[in-house]
């Protein structure tokens, strides 16, 4: 056999050709290379692209009743489908934050006690 002979090779397409090692390492390769790059260019489209708003750009807002609220409580609600709570601390002061753990991300409780 020469160096230049091609005669495993045939015009026929996929299926009559064998699959041999090179070629599953080769298509193993790309495919995790190709899963790589798609895990890390995702995020970043996620991030840099806005959210888009169901309400055509409308801030979502949500009321309540100062008067409902005592100081010292705690109202939870769900404010753009995420967990929240608003804190009337006192008699002139009401906050309102996120009610996610920014650590493992579950809900947090408040104790009246310890504010």
């Avoid at 959210?51 to 404010?79: C, M, P, T, W």
Wanted: aromatic content about 10%; overall charge negative.
């Amino acid at each position: 056999m020469s160096e230049h002979d091609n005669s495993d090779f045939t015009d026929e397409g996929w299926e009559h050709q064998d699959f041999t090692r090179r070629m599953i390492i080769k298509t193993a390769f790309i495919g995790s290379t190709l899963a790589v790059v798609g895990g890390v260019i995702y995020p970043l489209v996620r991030y840099l692209m806005p959210e888009s708003s169901s309400q055509g750009g409308k801030k979502e807002s949500y009321s309540i009743d100062v008067g409902e609220l005592h100081v010292g409580e705690a109202r939870f609600f769900n404010f753009k489908h995420h967990p929240a709570v608003m804190v009337r601390k006192s008699e002139q002061e009401v906050v309102a934050m996120s009610a996610v753990c920014t650590h493992l991300g579950c809900i947090v409780k408040f104790r009246e006690h310890d504010q």
